[in-house]
């Protein structure tokens, strides 16, 4: 890990995160055989990575299963009572056991299909049936704030007629609800600030963070934050101005040109710069690379020449 050191600038601080997490799904066992069963798929967790888009859409979340174990079975009926989290309990859970921040996506930003009543939703199980679906509605992703981190979190409350929710099964999940644009990833940075003493080179791994349905944030996962490295100083060391400069770059969706460039971090002015030097200021979607230059304070003294080549999903 390589030392991070903070250049101090007059500027305010710290800005706020978006929406991520990893998390690996609970083994599934069947049970016993000859046994019908009512299961949550996916089970414990699930990411629901949408494109952030200007539209509303529906989503699917997860599914409740009935494995009948004979022709019988699936010809009667079953009755499946899941529970909200509304009260957040098992998103605090969630949040404890994994290191998250969920909290509950509010009904403006995610209407739950079929209907929440009364904090439940039933669902009925005719003859036949081996699958209900559980869907949410978001709204556009200009609605988002993308600095919380959303979540729908649901328990099987009771299951009636034919089927059981049998101990060695999860009984509850939590739903991710991410918004994610088509620059957002993992990107290799390089380039160069001019000022001096700090215009030395810099190449380290970026997170391009989704900060609306046509922009994304830096954040720099060395330093654990949003913000820019300036250079590789002596040993091999890190610099940065802190999350105070928070470059947020903005493209046009149909060019993909940078149209903007500002710091969501502080009161200190970003700005795109077109200067001499200055790059393309483009995303090139055949080669997933961004290219984009900023000064800070309007000064050309003050620029960040950045190459970001794309590597994987975040």
Known sequence: ?????????????????????????????????????????????????????????????????????????????TTVVLKYDADTSILKAYNKANSTSFIPIPPALGTVSPAITAGQITLNFAAGDFSKSIWVNLPSSGSFDFSKHYALAFKVLSVTGTGTLTADLADQVVVEVLAKNKYDGLYLLKGVHNRVPYNFPYSTNVEMRTFGATSVAFYWPDAGSYGHPIGVGPGNDLSWYGAAISPVVVFDPVTDFVTNVYNAGGSTPITMFTGAGANSNKYVAATKTIYVTWNYNNNPLRVFTDTLTYISPR
Do not use: W
Not at 24 to 53: I, R
């Open 1 to 77: 890990m390589k030392t991070i050191h903070k250049i101090t600038i007059a500027a305010c601080v710290l800005f706020f995160a978006l929406l991520a997490v990893s998390c690996l799904p609970k083994t599934e066992t069947m049970g016993d055989v000859g046994q019908t069963l009512v299961k949550l798929h996916p089970d414990t967790y699930k990411m629901l990575a949408v494109d952030a888009k200007t539209t509303p859409q529906l989503c699917l979340m997860f599914e409740v299963r009935r494995d009948a174990a004979n022709a019988a079975d699936l010809n009667s009926t």
